[in-house]
């Protein structure tokens, strides 16, 4: 049978089968290696072609117009809450009132390391204590997760508990649980809408969850990445449940910090970052971005505003994205599917937003694919990136971020990563 | 005799005579109280019509301009040390060799928080121990200096030790002696060009002191603010001593941490940061920056290096800064001299680059002179400000921004101050 074919499933194969599928898998391996391709899957990162559609901005605002809608001259010091025109646009699609938003810097990431940089020196409102390293402080992390979240833990020595996801968001009654139970627990990563990596939209009910239930910590956080609010794959705009109306209704306002960007609306580190919350917590976020710089760059929030002009505007434009993505996370499943259903070999998410898809491998080979993809030119997301200390305790997932590379690229890596998921599956096989 | 003639020297007026002139001080205030004026003298923010020098920066790059000149495309994620080609424009205006500089971000004060909090959390290359809240970690202080470097190590818990400043610098013996005596003094701050506030240029043997003393710390820097290295106020360029090379023949490459940024150059707000320093400062530097964001806005670096060009762009531009700036700081000189020549109630600096004059008025008379001008509609920087902790121990120092306000504006703002100035000084003689 031509390897490509092999959609039986591996585990039923017989001793001698296995062998003969070996044979025939290093092989094709061993031709794929010749190719000397050089392709990249491992960053959720736009393709020109999506960048192309903000290229407008790149001659914003143009010379004459540096004015905001409130008078303010864009090009001086000051403003450190951002331009509002900017805020107004963005509080709808954030679920933050604009009054609660601060626009800052050209990177989420930014404001959430600061978040935590400063809850480490000198905590958050309702802290008895910093969360410094050393005083056992400890965040939830829903998993598989975003490794930059849990590198900012590592670097601040904040220890990371594991949580699984589950198709509404992160074990709801374990997160309960642990809350509940320790008050070194002082908060939660999570990334509510097409989650990275896995897809998942927050049921309402685990976003109530989150807001209400009882912590153990009174300063705890949830740390609400909302990195993908309006990044959607499919006709249908899923909606999250507001999760700072919802800790509010629950007596719990100072909870949320709610953060958002447009680095995958306009453009990847030339966009605009965003931090939401109670006005407390927004007081003590600008209270200490005012140590750290006289104000963002309101420039670039103008020429934001001018060019995305409104919530649909910026609706509008994701719908321009999503032509562009939506053929390549096709292209992805049509590939899994052709090379891999019915082998047991891996299961895959279908995510209806968001860059990335999530492979389970069969157990103990997430890192043996990612060497034999690296060996054969396909670059991958490193095995263990999604789970904190970048260790996946069953070696199982692999994140694939089909968004950057063109879709002849895109076809081949996901036909070279089917053969390696095949021939680390057989490997495996025979080993056991 | 008419008030704005009172040239006498105040200290050698009779009781009597003193108490005549309070009342026509006393007059002449209430009159320029009931003008109403709205004037602000207190921040070192360039005017509107410096912004405009710059304003074919809001086109740029323009559509279709994107890509570097070593071919990366700017819109898109990383390259955490910023574009090369504006870090080769750079690199010979701040003495830096262009490797060991890093473009990021949009504010110079944002680089010297982030080097502080990770010294805080962390420490820097060769510590023993990070600079943390509690470790008893201290900063030297020229004074009169920036308050917002003091008000960052205020917030950080890092003690400021004063350090008088004198016409060639900080007090090089005073520095040696504090900096080898104690090894919790790990650094001290320097604008070593036009100081904030004093106008002060740092002689060769100060900079070749610093780079050399003997310190017990270990790990002591040098924060070296290079705020106005092409902030010329005549045409002669002064140039100070290259602290990088001199720190490096001394053996002591790390020390430096060198700062500057285009604020007041192109757009304050809108423009870019730089930090130069040895291998392993940039490398700490950036292996922190790393954690926080996946890179600047290199759409911005590109806009600048497109802009200026070169460094002899760079000094080109800053030529038509200096024929906005220069008739504003003529005008405060005017005004000063005509106002208080002779009268022995100030002396002030006349600074050949920078943005600021400093003022020294009768002791104990800095506060009163600031809330007599803010009664008349007159904003200065509070008394103290340019000292640690905001306490000027003579209340003596008052920091006059001139570049902001319109001439016109300007004129009247530094007449009622003149003003202020005399009836301070008037009231105090009486009561001493």
Known sequence: MPVTLVTVSLTELSRDELTRTLDELRGAYDELRGRALALDLTRGKPSAEQLDLAEEL???????????ADGTDTRNYGGLRGLAELREIFGPLLDVPAGQLVAFGNSSLELMHECMVHAALFGVPGSTRPWAPGSGAAVLCPVPGYDRHFALCEKLGIEMIPVPMNGEGPDLAEVERLAAEDARVKGIWCVPKYSNPTGTVY???????????????PDFRIFWDNAYAVHHLTETRHEVADVLAAADEAGNPDRPFVFGSTSKITLAGSGVAFFGA?????????GHLGKRTIGPDKVNQLRHALFLGSADGVHAHMDRHRALLRPKFDLVQRKLEEGLSGTGAATWTVPEGGYFVSLDVLDGCASRVVALAAEAGIALTPAGAPFPYGKDPNDRVIRLAPSYPPPAELSDAVDGLVLCIKLAG???????
Do not use: C, I, Y
Request: a positive charge; charged letters at 15%.
């Open 203 to 217: 049921s309402a009910q685990t976003v109530r969850g989150l807001a209400a239930m009882r912590t153990a910590a």
């Open 58 to 68: 790149l001659g914003l605002p143009g010379a004459g117009t540096h004015t905001a």
């Open 278 to 286: 109670s006005k407390s917590n927004v007081d003590w976020l600008t």
């Open 426 to 432: 057989v490997e495996h096989l025979l080993r056991g």
